[in-house]
């Protein structure tokens, strides 16, 4: 439907789809959270890898960019257990054993918010390119309107090298970044507007990581609970000041930053949160099962996963 396959014939191009293709097992050198990874051996053969991902807001990494869109090299075994080990510090030990030589960003329309078409669709009407990812994302992040120290993924990539992903650090030439700037919703953002009803306090120092989480977990309370029982809690992450909590009589703290908090409600810890750490929280704060939530969720990405294994085949 792309158009893809005719392109590659046009041109004498082999397509791989790297889904079907052999994997080995690399190890990470000095790994936030994953030891080892598989990774497809296209990818490991490469001489060079262009990386051409699409601007897009995310749901647990607020951005996705070139960085994030590497989790393509692996199987989709290893792309759960990116989620479940901390998928911002998954994606930085990711980057760091399978490197882009070249970042071709499609920004000629990004999406925005849940991605729902076509009001989440933002025409931007730009390419953005570059051979550092750090460099890329940075300006991509500032693009979208969002500020990169708040896309954990970034930053502890770059701090793997020694850095920090700044935009002062970075030239930009071509166009003016100021003038093409556009401010993208967050899924968070659309999230709390189209379901209405959710109460999260946020602190100054909340992060994509708890954002991410946080919303993985709701919509899988929400999809999986025949019960509203989400309107009765008060969510915080980050850290607030306490005068603004005001309803303590259902309240769910999350992460290191509210940690001071904690004496308010229930408190679940992390940096972030894992998501199924939060559901397990905020279950036993609002009287659901927690465990019939969760196996509900798993059992439906799996049936996702295997009504489109067929597509591999084509």
């Excluded at 598989?38 to 890898?49: P, Q, W």
């Excluded at 994030?68 to 290893?78: C, F, Q, R, S, T």
Aim: glycine letters at 8%; charged letters at 25%.
């Amino acid at each position: 439907l792309s158009g893809t396959a005719a392109v590659a014939r046009r041109y004498g191009v082999e397509l791989r789809n790297l889904n079907r293709d052999g994997f080995e097992e690399v190890s990470v050198g000095h790994p936030y959270v994953m030891k080892k990874v598989k990774i497809a051996r296209t990818a490991l053969e490469s001489d060079v890898i262009i990386n051409l991902p699409v601007m897009k807001t995310h749901i647990r990494t607020l951005v996705t960019l070139s960085l994030k869109n590497m989790k393509g090299v692996m199987p989709g075994a290893e792309k759960r257990k990116s989620h479940r080990l901390g998928l911002d510090k998954a994606i930085a030990d990711l980057n760091s054993v399978v490197k882009s030589n070249y970042v071709i960003v499609d920004a000629l329309a990004g999406m925005q918010g849940l991605w729902e078409y076509p009001h989440d669709r933002v025409e931007m009407g730009l390419i953005l390119a570059g051979l550092d990812p750090v460099a890329v994302d940075t300006v991509g992040t500032c693009l979208m309107g969002f500020d990169p120290a708040q896309v954990m993924h970034l930053q502890y990539f770059a701090a793997r090298q020694g850095r920090k992903a700044v935009l002062s650090q970075v030239k930009v030439v071509g166009e003016s970044l100021t003038k093409n700037r556009q401010n993208f919703k967050s899924s968070y953002e659309v999230l709390k507007s189209r379901y209405g009803g959710i109460r999260v306090i946020e602190g100054k120092d909340a992060c994509s990581g708890c954002y991410g989480e946080l919303m993985g977990a709701l919509m899988a309370v929400k999809q999986f609970s025949n019960i509203d029982a989400l309107s009765e809690l008060v969510f915080i992450i980050g850290s607030p000041d306490v005068k603004e909590v005001t309803d303590r009589d259902k309240t769910v703290v999350f992460g290191k930053c509210a940690r001071k908090l904690a004496h308010l409600g229930s408190f679940a810890k992390g940096c972030p949160t894992m998501g199924d750490d939060m559901i397990r929280v905020i279950c036993r704060t609002a009287g659901i099962d927690a465990d019939l939530i969760i196996s509900s969720r798993n059992h439906a990405r799996d049936r996702r996963w295997g009504d489109t294994k067929h597509l591999l085949k084509k």
